[in-house]
């Protein structure tokens, strides 16, 4: 298996973009783009190619990826399928502050008409995981796990 390629380039037509791809590119970005669109990008190609990582660790939590289990200090922890989605993007982007509307798109795969939504996933992640302390909210912006 090669090495995966994503081109990032100025030329958006769509003749470009079928040749980028036709050359071999797992994926094309024309610029100007927004960073967290190259990130999702590159995770989408690493996790096509079997090059994601598979286990993310962050303090005392082991996130598998694969078998979507969390486990603290080697015992599970019981979380909804947006609190699993919503940690991975926290420990995937860790001391990196995530926009509310970012994570909104990530974890609910678009606009949120209730903005309290995040709030209170975010609040149960705290609890469950006994995280008060290591996820921050950033005024204005939105979540951040700190580093370790």
């Not at 081109?7 to 100007?32: C, E, H, N, Q």
């Not at 420990?91 to 974890?107: F, H, Q």
Request: proline share 3%; net charge positive.
């Amino acid at each position: 298996m090669g090495t995966p390629v994503i081109f990032l380039t100025a030329k958006g037509s769509t003749r470009d973009r079928v040749r980028g791809l036709g050359l071999g590119a797992d994926d094309y970005i024309v610029k100007p783009f927004e960073v967290e669109e190259l990130i999702a990008r590159v995770e989408a190609v690493l996790r096509r190619t079997g090059r994601g990582g598979q286990t993310i660790r962050a303090f005392d939590v082991t996130l598998d990826v694969v078998g979507r289990q969390v486990t603290q200090n080697g015992e599970p922890v019981e979380l909804t399928p947006l609190e699993f989605s919503l940690l991975e993007q926290l420990m995937r982007n860790r001391g990196a502050a995530l926009y509310r509307d970012v994570l909104y798109e990530r974890v609910w795969g678009g606009e949120m008409a209730d903005t309290r939504t995040l709030d209170l996933h975010i609040q149960r992640l705290r609890k469950k995981l006994q995280w008060h302390d290591k996820i921050e909210t950033v005024y204005r912006v939105g979540y951040r796990l700190k580093r370790e």
